[in-house]
């Protein structure tokens, strides 16, 4: 029996059937059939087991989706069944009350929220907030200064001032007014400071003659009030108008704006101070390292020695111990 063919004795399917699978080489007619059950197989049963699949993928996506439903539909009728009522009784002249809408009313206060139980606040409550266990740092143009905070207020005292040391003495009339009048408390944040501390906080060129220095001048919020900073300064104005020591003196009475003060919003100015407000992004120095607005006021004119006042480098540093 003769299985071989030689390559011109093909039939044209065979040669075909060659070409396709890449083989050059003579085969037989057992081979032809091999290759024709293997195409069937490749060409009905495979698109023929895909669809099989797709369809059965879709009836799982529909049993699911039906099963959720029926689920819903199931609880929804449980409860139902299990719901509860009962029948309301009325009157034939029965009347409806109307009720009162509702106004905001202040929150009373608390007992301990009262003016007379704040502290009143003195000239301790400005003493500089530096510390010897602040960390030193590296500043300066070049950074090649590295500086360091004060020993605290236990090594040093107060600026010289009607000589005795003390802070400018409206500062504490003013804040002992704003906690009268708003009955909160007033947290310093920054009263006094001495060169070192002053330095140390902001070590910028503007803030090297701050008038912290010479206890005339004070950073401060008022807690509870953090975001009505303005109303706060009109209470500061306020003192200005119900204080009898200034009655009928226009210079007090009457606050300027000015510009061109470095802070987003106009600084107010009478004789004696200004009133500076920095928001929540300006003027963050080492002692004002909170989320609030805060105000500053500086003391502008000293009234018992009818001089300006102005930032002194003898009167910043008298009476702190040398380094
Ligand atoms: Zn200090």
Known sequence: MKHWMAPDQRKPDDRKWGSIRGNTAPFSRVDFRRCRSAEIVHCI???????????LGLIALLLFVGCSGMEKSEKEKIRRQNCKGELIYRNCNEELYSIASLTPQPRPRYPWEGENHLPRITKDFFRCK????NSPYVAGENQAELLHDCEGSGRHGFPIIHGKENVYPILI??????????????????????????????PTKENLASKHQIGAEVDFYVQGMEDYALEVVGTLMQYYQESPAYAKDKDYQ?????????VETDPWMNKEIVIK???????????????H??????????RVTKEKVLYNWQKAHKGYPKS
């Open 277 to 291: 407000l920095y928001e929540r992004e300006e003027g963050r120095d080492g002692d004002n390292r909170h989320p």
């Open 45 to 55: 049963f495979r698109p023929f087991l895909r669809r099989t699949i797709r369809k």
């Open 293 to 302: 607005p805060y105000i500053s006021i500086q003391v502008r004119y000293d």
């Open 254 to 262: 009457e606050f300027k704006r000015f510009t061109g003060s470095g």
């Open 130 to 133: 530096g510390n010897v266990l």
């Open 173 to 202: 009339d003013l804040l002992n007014y704003v906690q009268k009048k708003t009955a909160k408390r007033v947290i310093i944040t920054c009263g006094h400071r001495c060169p070192p501390h002053n330095t140390y906080a902001d």
